[in-house]
Structure formats: structure tokens, C-alpha cells
């Protein structure tokens, strides 16, 4: 990539060199996202996951924990997000278990000046992976997918709704 071409990112200065966007003439405005994932266990999984009995325990009640605390880390895990003051965090989940699918779901508030798409699927995944972590050793035939923004409200580029 050209340096020309670079000088367009938000992401890169005019030498070409990574930085935060500056975002201090921004307004603090309502901004709200939500992500979905799933992972795709088997029927041992989902019978245990539905009767409390995976030896290390609540399986989803640990995912939503370690979720919101995901929510919260981002900017310590994505080098060039802002820390953002959370306002909400939602976690739910779904289980298909016809496909043996369970679904994560995280919906992300804040007031700010930059949105909370990042917060809400780093909030899915870590979701997800902990769910893999806590059912590793009935079996390690998992598989996470389809993670995406759903929806997102709030700041200059306006509203998104994921179209299927």
C-alpha cells in the first residue's frame, strides 16, 4: 500500500505509522451495538449444559460472566480502540438443540464518543470461547461460528441492521 493511499485511513498518520483516531471534537452521543455467534457442539454437550451437569459448572452463567468482562478489556485487547465508560451490557443466550447450536448474544450501551461495535463482539467471543473452554474435556469437536454485528445505533455513520 502507497503512503497516499495510507494518509486516507483513519487508523495511519501521514508518515504511515498506526494511531488512535482523535476523537475530542467529537459529541458524546447514545450508542448502542449487538452481536451474535454460535458454536456448534454435540447432544452430550447440550444435555449436560441443559442439566448443570458439566464438572466445572454453570457453563453459560461463567460465559455471561467472562462476556461482560470481555465487553470491558476490549480496548486492552484491540490495540486502537478508545476505553469507553460502559453503560449496559446484555448477555443471552439460545440453545438449538436440533443442530446442537448454541447461540451468544451481546447487546452493548455506552455514552460516548466512538461506538461499542468492537465491546459487543469481543463480548461474543469471549462468550463462546469460554463455553469451548468449559466443555473441552467432554469434547473438543467444537466449532464457533458466524459471529457478526447485528445492529448498531449512534454517531456519525448512523444506524446498521445486518441484512441476511
Same mark, same amino acid.
Given at each position: 500500500?502507497? @503512503?497516499?493511499?495510507?494518509?486516507?485511513?483513519?487508523?495511519?498518520?501521514?508518515?504511515?505509522?498506526?494511531?488512535?483516531?482523535?476523537?475530542?471534537?467529537?459529541?458524546?452521543?447514545?450508542?448502542?451495538?449487538?452481536?451474535?455467534?454460535?458454536?456448534?457442539?454435540?447432544?452430550? *454437550?447440550?444435555?449436560?449444559?441443559?442439566?448443570?451437569?458439566?464438572?466445572?459448572?454453570?457453563?453459560?452463567?461463567?460465559?455471561? *460472566?467472562?462476556?461482560?468482562?470481555?465487553?470491558?478489556?476490549?480496548?486492552?485487547?484491540?490495540?486502537?480502540?478508545?476505553?469507553?465508560?460502559?453503560?449496559?451490557?446484555?448477555?443471552?443466550?439460545?440453545?438449538?438443540?436440533?443442530?446442537?447450536?448454541?447461540?451468544?448474544?451481546?447487546?452493548?450501551?455506552?455514552?460516548?464518543?466512538?461506538?461499542?461495535?468492537?465491546?459487543?463482539?469481543?463480548?461474543?467471543?469471549?462468550?463462546? @470461547?469460554?463455553?469451548?473452554?468449559?466443555?473441552?474435556?467432554?469434547?473438543?469437536?467444537?466449532?464457533?461460528?458466524?459471529?457478526?454485528?447485528?445492529?448498531?445505533?449512534?454517531?456519525?455513520?448512523?444506524?446498521?441492521?445486518?441484512?441476511?
Amino acid at each position: 500500500m502507497k @503512503l497516499e493511499d495510507k494518509m486516507e485511513l483513519t487508523h495511519f498518520d501521514e508518515h504511515g505509522n498506526a494511531r488512535m483516531v482523535d476523537v475530542s471534537k467529537k459529541d458524546i452521543t447514545s450508542r448502542s451495538a449487538c452481536a451474535v455467534g454460535s458454536i456448534l457442539v454435540n447432544k452430550e *454437550i447440550v444435555e449436560k449444559i441443559e442439566h448443570s451437569d458439566m464438572k466445572k459448572g454453570d457453563v453459560l452463567g461463567v460465559a455471561r *460472566i467472562a462476556g461482560i468482562m470481555g465487553v470491558k478489556k476490549t480496548s486492552d485487547l484491540i490495540p486502537l480502540c478508545h476505553p469507553l465508560m460502559i453503560n449496559k451490557v446484555n448477555i443471552d443466550f439460545e440453545i438449538d438443540k436440533v443442530n446442537c447450536l448454541i447461540y451468544a448474544y451481546c447487546a452493548v450501551k455506552c455514552n460516548g464518543k466512538t461506538g461499542v461495535e468492537m465491546e459487543a463482539l469481543t463480548g461474543v467471543n469471549i462468550c463462546l @470461547l469460554t463455553i469451548y473452554d468449559m466443555c473441552k474435556a467432554v469434547s473438543k469437536d467444537m466449532e464457533i461460528k458466524n459471529v457478526h454485528l447485528v445492529s448498531k445505533s449512534g454517531g456519525k455513520s448512523g444506524d446498521f441492521v445486518w441484512k441476511e
